[in-house]
């Protein structure tokens, strides 16, 4: 199999005493600017008593010169990586590189096993000009999709989620969303303003799920509109909308736990009832980030926050009562994108800008 082989072993120790972050994400900081700024002065907390101590222990690979956007697990031995223009494969020792054909940037990843990896991305078709597209890896190369459509281009993929081999969602930018069978692309057309800032969803009764936002106000946001929608077997109908003020509606981020959906709001973490989000957990002391959010139950949940305390981000776990602080960002390892979680096992993702690395986590139930 052709590609570069970087030999990386878990290190097996647990991981902590870590540098403070000098800054939050731009996308954070864009969305919450005005709320935070209006409020820091004011937070005064003595009471730091409200974590349990880490619930699960942390090993780490580090791996220079990429940025892995996300990841797909498969099993132990077998997780794959993305980044825009290579996708990695880990087989449980080493980090094997292979590039993605040229003019192909990677966007998105889902996966239904080791031999049907689908990336989401575009291909670039003239100066600053891209059309969506789709690439498969099928354990020996990359089987390639486009758009057949070129009366209503879209420029790239933003999320693809693969629930079978014949049934493959992706969304793209300009209110469109396609349905991929394997061989043909079908498109349904919304709100051309529709950024579409989450992954695909299913709720326990194996519905397919997708959120939107709309944001208004220039140059900083004054409203956001945020939407839920539900596939019906021939359309997609919209079960939810809500508009929020200012920038607290940047702050809304809907993800699976288990099989149900969940979305995120300012310092709260909402259940969706089938009608409406009501609230299930609050964060102690700290603001969700949309990169982590993740959870095999309701019970053992994990996601991504920056503390109002000392200002750094952490990577929290949820147990239906209690949160833990699993994770402090590592020197300037920003974020954490968690992309499997079981009752017993975790992995995540995080990024180190100014060295220009990537870490991967696991974590493993004590």
Same mark, same amino acid.
């Given at each position: ?149 070129? /009366?209503?281009? $879209?420029?790239? +993929?933003? =999320?693809?989620? &693969? ?6 969602? @992706?969304?793209?930018? %300009? ?120 959870? /095999?139950?309701? $019970?053992?949940? +994990?996601? =991504?926050?920056? &503390? ?6 952490? @990577?929290?776990?949820? %147990? ?47």
């Amino acid at each position: 199999m052709p590609g570069f082989y970087f030999t990386l072993n878990f290190n097996n120790k647990l991981l902590s005493n870590v540098h403070c972050k000098t800054a939050l994400n731009i996308f954070f900081i864009f969305l919450t600017a005005a709320v935070f700024t209006a409020c820091q002065e004011d937070i005064v907390i003595t009471d730091h008593s409200g974590y349990d101590s880490a619930r699960y222990l942390w090993e780490s690979d580090t791996i220079a010169g990429q940025f892995f956007y996300d990841g797909v697990f498969i099993d132990t031995n077998k997780m794959f990586f993305l980044t825009i223009s290579a996708l990695y494969e880990y087989n449980g020792t080493a980090y094997i590189r292979h590039y993605m054909p040229y003019l192909f940037g990677g966007y998105s990843i889902s996966g239904i096993d080791e031999n049907n990896i689908y990336i989401g991305g575009s291909d670039v078709t003239g100066y600053s000009q891209s059309i969506a597209a789709l690439k498969k890896w099928n354990g020996a190369g990359f089987e390639h999709f486009t758009l057949a459509d070129t /009366s209503d281009k $879209s420029p790239y +993929f933003h =999320s693809v989620y &693969s629930r079978a081999h014949n049934e493959h969602w @992706l969304s793209s930018i %300009n209110g469109k969303v396609y349905k991929f069978d394997g061989s043909n692309f079908t498109r349904f057309s919304f709100d051309t303003s529709y950024w579409y800032i989450d992954p695909f969803m299913e709720d326990e009764f194996g519905n397919v799920y997708f959120s939107s936002k709309i944001y208004e106000g220039s140059p900083m946001v004054t409203n956001t509109k945020a939407e839920l929608h539900k596939y019906n077997g021939t359309n997609w109908q919209t079960v939810y909308s809500e508009e929020f003020a200012g920038g607290y509606g940047g702050t809304f981020f809907t993800g699976n736990i288990g099989r149900q959906i969940y979305c995120t709001l300012d310092d709260e973490l909402r259940f969706f009832n089938g009608t409406a989000f009501t609230i299930f957990a609050k964060g102690e002391h700290f603001f969700f980030i949309d990169a982590g959010f993740a959870g /095999s139950s309701p $019970s053992n949940i +994990f996601i =991504s926050g920056f &503390s109002l305390i000392d200002h750094n981000d952490y @990577l929290f776990n949820y %147990n239906g009562v209690k949160w833990s602080k699993e994770f402090i960002e590592n020197e300037d390892f920003q974020n954490f994108t968690v992309f499997y979680a079981s009752e017993k096992l975790a992995y995540a993702l995080s990024y180190d800008y100014t060295k220009d690395r990537s870490i991967v986590l696991k974590g493993v139930r004590k």
